[in-house]
């Protein structure tokens, strides 16, 4: 059944009630009042001249109705393309948005409305009322392959990750099935959301097929954001899996597309691209190329993440002059991120000449167990390494053991990652 031809069924029978008739009196002299029902109900669907008399029989013209419909459709799509396309949704925009939520002649454009006003407000960060007017619509949606249910399954994902909740959307896979009949762009973007998700829930190669299927329904579009996202996040999974080869690949045809897209040429973009690919070196202990980017990043646009990287990149490159500096630059209390902050206390205090098993256990006990807790085991393994080594420097033999089994365990831990 076309989804348009069901609409007609549900506006008979909304204006019907809402004008006060029974079916009879609106069925009379163009078809039986049960057969009216079925219409209505979405059980069959009928010829385009008898729903034409039927809303004869309501006094409305069905052609601008159609047209009405057909226009406010055309409209909520264009801006959830808007939406997808991370383009600026105008004021004027969002004021009709908001008038058909109120829409009365159509349900389906009304939460229709409201499903993209809510990936709207996702959009400027008012994601606890964007989710609350997702609770809101739950109960009605389907479950089917309507344009209502397609909405809010790529809504609800692009909410997961709004509130950081990657595990929650990465079990999510199955909910694809409800998209076949999507624009690729819509697709392209829906598994996008789910190799990020995976990829921060640690499961790698299922990120890798997700990233590859968005590339595939991306094919033959020019929206180059997204492309660039898409260069970038492939290149972030294949480092996390050892494959730096192809990782800088990626990252090289990001390089491209922004040196020759001035529309995306943004500092943001410029830094991001920068600190991965200087991670990707740093990965490979070309520690010298890492802080060249690092640096280069934090010269596009000054970033915290950015910062500590390259800190951590000197210290491996000891370059404790450039360290130095960093220090000066970049303060404790500029940190909110508490990884960050226990990283920079742990490589100022690695570079200072004195150490005591006393300051190096009360930095070992709260960064490590941060780590673990949230973790970060590419941390633990430079970390717990390092301090057991400064460990040994001081006879403190059973503390350096547990460092390096803190290291064992983390790198048990990366393997079993690479190998989901």
């Given amino acids: 059944m076309k989804r348009q031809e069901q609409t007609w069924g549900k506006l008979l029978k909304y204006y019907r009630q809402k004008k006060k008739l029974k079916q009879d009196e609106v069925a009379l002299g163009v078809c039986t009042p049960s057969y009216l029902s079925r219409i209505e109900n979405g059980i069959v669907i009928a010829e385009y001249d ?53 829409n009365e002649y159509s349900i389906e454009l009304q939460i229709t409305a409201k499903l993209i006003y809510s990936r709207y407000l996702y959009s400027i960060k008012e994601d606890t009322d964007a989710r609350k007017l997702l609770n809101e619509i739950e109960p009605v949606v389907s479950w089917k392959k309507d344009r209502i249910t397609e909405l809010f399954v790529s809504i609800t994902a692009f909410g997961h990750l709004s509130f950081s909740e990657f595990d929650l959307l990465a079990e999510k896979e199955q909910d694809a099935q409800y998209l076949t009949n999507v624009h690729p762009f819509e697709l392209a973007n829906y598994h996008y959301h789910l190799a990020f998700a995976n990829h921060r829930s640690y499961k790698f190669h299922k990120a890798l097929q997700h990233i ?45 597309l ?34 060249e980017h690092y640096e280069t990043a934090n010269q596009y646009d000054e970033d915290l993440h950015s910062a500590i990287n390259w800190m951590r990149t000197c210290y491996q490159n000891k370059d404790f002059t450039q360290l130095e500096k960093l220090f000066h630059r970049y303060e404790e209390q500029l940190f909110s991120i508490q990884h960050h ?47 057991g080594q400064f460990y040994e420097q001081l006879y403190a033999y059973k503390h350096a053991s547990q460092c390096y089994k803190q290291a064992l365990f983390a790198s048990e831990k990366v393997r079993q990652r690479m190998s989901s």
């Fill in 50 to 102: 008898l729903y034409e008399q039927l809303f004869a029989n309501l006094n409305i013209d069905f052609t601008n109705l159609q047209h009405d419909i057909s226009e406010h459709t055309t409209f909520l799509e264009s801006v959830y393309e808007k939406l997808l396309s991370n383009v600026t949704v105008s004021e004027s925009d969002t004021v009709l948005l908001t008038t058909l939520m109120q």
């Fill in 212 to 256: 590859e299927l968005a590339a595939h329904y991306f094919t033959h579009q020019f929206k180059p954001l997204f492309q660039l996202k898409l260069y970038s996040m492939k290149g972030v999974i294949y480092n996390d899996l050892h494959r730096y080869r192809e990782a800088l690949q990626e990252y090289e045809a990001g390089i491209e």
């Fill in 258 to 291: 922004l040196e020759n897209v001035e529309s995306i040429q943004t500092p943001m973009q410029w830094s991001s691209l920068h600190n991965n690919i200087a991670y990707c070196y740093e990965c490979q202990d070309d520690f010298q190329k890492a802080s």
């Fill in 341 to 387: 902050i226990y990283q920079r206390k742990l490589l100022q205090y690695a570079i200072q000449n004195e150490h005591t098993i006393q300051g190096l256990k009360e930095l070992e006990e709260q960064a490590f167990h941060h780590f673990n807790e949230e973790q970060y085991y590419a941390l633990t393994l430079f970390y717990a390494p390092l301090w």
